[in-house]
């Protein structure tokens, strides 16, 4: 599964202020709740392939917070 810290580290900066750290959190619960529940995937027991997926969808996620209209750019 994904973690805040895969997050932080895929997004290559420090999670500045509690706000942000409470998005992350929920971004990284979301993808979480999504992604085990999938046709193909066994909750709980990603491969590699499953988890850089993840991941990505979670960077595009968290980037979205501050974009116009929630859309990243």
């Given amino acids: 599964m994904l973690t805040t810290a895969d ?6 900066l420090p999670v500045a202020t509690p706000a942000d750290e409470a998005w992350a959190g929920s971004v ?7 992604v085990d529940r999938l046709p ?3 909750p709980g027991a990603w491969d590699d392939a499953t988890l850089t997926g993840a991941t ?4 595009d996620v968290y ?3 501050s974009a116009p209209a929630g ?3």
């Fill in 7 to 12: 997050l932080v580290a895929a997004l290559g």
């Fill in 28 to 34: 990284v619960a979301g993808v979480n709740a999504y």
């Fill in 40 to 42: 193909h995937v066994t």
């Fill in 56 to 59: 990505l969808l979670a960077v």
């Fill in 63 to 65: 980037g979205a917070r």
């Fill in 71 to 73: 859309a990243p750019g």
